[in-house]
């Protein structure tokens, strides 16, 4: 199988939005409405963010908001802080595994 | 709080098994969830190796199928992984995690990194 993908890099200024896009097909982020996404510091574990496409866990910011279409999720970060430039990483099920996403650096300017 | 970690050897010879053992306190993992392994290779993104249920239903990712398993000690609380045959491509960070429900995991070990050499 392969995995998801992602743009290797975005970035953005303080205070403005981002959308990170992860890409898969019918068989993982198209037929399932399990997408999740990381946030990944250097030397840290992975964070979740978002899971179930557009759910967040308690704790993480309102900033952060997840979608579907077809066959992308899409992660959106808005007001963007100096602390959000990270690793970012999608995940997918897909039949009785999981498959991630190649992972997106974003970088605050 | 649920907090897991990870232990093992950080190096293990080409062609020989590695394992690694997860322990988890502030929940008990016969009351649910699945508790799956992921990795990291140095300077690359995540690979997730498989899970179990308390029950003991496993899955694992299919191209490291024939190599993985992974256990349950309910009595220890406590989850192990085992891969087989590893090779310079099996270094990395392992980390193992708590799956709440189709790929959302919500609490993570600190991970450990395993050399093969």
């Known amino acids: 199988q392969s995995a998801l993908t992602q743009p290797r890099s975005v970035s953005g200024s303080p205070g403005q939005s981002v959308t990170i896009s992860c890409t898969g097909t019918?068989?993982?982020?198209?037929?399932?409405?399990?997408v999740s996404w990381y946030q990944q510091h250097p030397g840290k574990a992975p964070k979740l963010m978002i899971y179930?496409?557009?759910k967040r866990p308690s704790g993480v910011p309102d900033r952060f908001s997840g979608s579907k279409s077809g066959n992308t999720a899409s992660l959106t970060i808005s007001g963007l802080q100096a602390e959000d430039e990270a690793d970012y990483y999608c995940?997918?099920?897909?039949?009785?595994?999981?498959?991630f996403g190649g992972g997106t650096k974003l970088t605050v300017l | 709080q649920v907090q897991l970690q990870e232990s093992g050897p950080g190096l293990v010879k080409p062609s020989e098994t590695l394992s690694l053992t997860c322990a988890v306190s502030?929940?008990?993992?016969?009351?649910?969830?699945?508790w799956g392994w992921i990795r990291q290779p140095p300077g690359k993104g995540l690979e997730w190796i498989g899970n179990?249920?308390?029950?003991?239903?496993?899955y694992y990712n299919p191209p490291l199928k024939s190599r993985v398993t992974i256990s349950v000690d309910m009595s220890k609380n406590q989850f192990s992984l085992r891969l087989t045959s590893v090779t310079a491509a099996d270094t990395a960070v392992y980390y193992c995690?708590?799956?709440?429900?189709?790929?959302?995991?919500?609490?993570w070990g600190q991970g450990t990194l395993v050399t093969v050499s």
């Open positions: 019918s068989s993982d982020v198209g037929g399932y409405n399990y």
């Open positions: 179930d496409v557009s």
């Open positions: 179990i249920y308390g029950s003991g239903i496993t």
């Open positions: 995690a708590r799956e709440i429900n189709g790929g959302g995991m919500d609490y």
């Open positions: 995940c997918s099920q897909a039949d009785s595994y999981l498959v």
């Open positions: 502030g929940y008990s993992i016969s009351s649910g969830y699945f």
